[in-house]
C-alpha cells in the first residue's frame, strides 16, 4: 500500500495506514456497471478525520464532484492530488466505498454511512472483520490475507468478498471505535 500521506489525509488517519490493516483490492471491484450509488451530492464539504479513540479531529475542505458514469472526484483545497471513488449500497443508509488515487496501483475500502446531514468513511479494518468471514472467503479463493508486522491486510479478489467484509465489519465495530472522516456540506455562505 503505497498511498501519499497528504492525498489519503482526506479519508483517514495516516498513522493507521502505516501500520496497514485494511481491506483493499489489486483490481477495482466496482465499475461504472455495479459502482453507480450517489450518497453525496456534489459541493464543498469539510472534512474532519477522527482517530476513533477520542482525540481531536482534523478538518479540510474537500471539493467533491461527479461524472455521468457516478465516478466522484474528491480534491483538497490546498492539495493537487485527486482521489476518486465509487460507491455501492450495502443496506439502507451504508454504502461499501471504493477509493483510488491517481497513481495508486491498490484499491482501498471504506464503509460509507450517512449520519443525520453528515456522510462518514470508516476505514475496513482487517482485524476487525470477524475471522469466520476471512476464513469463509479465503477458503474460497475470493480473498487472500496478508499477514504483516504490525497488521494483517484483507485483499479482496471479488465483489462478494468485498461487500461480505464491508458488511462483517459494519456489524463487528462500533461507531465511535472506527477511524473515520465526517463529511458535512458546507453552506454556500461558508464556501466563500
Known amino acids: 500500500m503505497s498511498l501519499r500521506k497528504n492525498r489519503f489525509r482526506l479519508f483517514t ?10 481491506l483493499i483490492s489489486e483490481a477495482p471491484l466496482l465499475d461504472a456497471k455495479n459502482g453507480r450509488a450517489a450518497p453525496l451530492d456534489p459541493g464543498l464539504y469539510e472534512a474532519c478525520e477522527h482517530d476513533g479513540e477520542g482525540g481531536e479531529p482534523e478538518c479540510n475542505r474537500i471539493d467533491v464532484s461527479r461524472d455521468g458514469a457516478a465516478l466522484y472526484t474528491f480534491r ?17 443508509g451504508a454504502w461499501l466505498t471504493q477509493l483510488s488515487g491517481e ?21 475496513i479494518v482487517c482485524e476487525a472483520i470477524p475471522e469466520a468471514v476471512r476464513a469463509k472467503y479465503s ?20 465483489l462478494r468478498a468485498a461487500i461480505a467484509g464491508a458488511k462483517a465489519f459494519r ?9 473515520h472522516t465526517v463529511y458535512r456540506k458546507l453552506a454556500e455562505a461558508e464556501q466563500e
Open 13 to 22: 488517519i495516516a498513522a493507521g495506514l502505516a501500520l496497514g490493516g485494511c
Open 103 to 123: 497513481e495508486d496501483e491498490d484499491y482501498f475500502y471504506f464503509l460509507g454511512e450517512t449520519a443525520g446531514d453528515d456522510f462518514v468513511m470508516a476505514m
Open 76 to 92: 483538497a483545497e490546498d492539495e493537487d492530488e485527486t482521489t476518486f471513488a465509487r460507491f455501492r449500497r450495502l443496506a439502507r
Open 139 to 158: 477458503a474460497r479463493g475470493e480473498m487472500e490475507v496478508d499477514e504483516g508486522k504490525y497488521a494483517s491486510t484483507c485483499v479482496a479478489k471479488t
Open 171 to 179: 456489524s463487528a465495530t462500533a461507531p465511535e471505535s472506527r477511524l
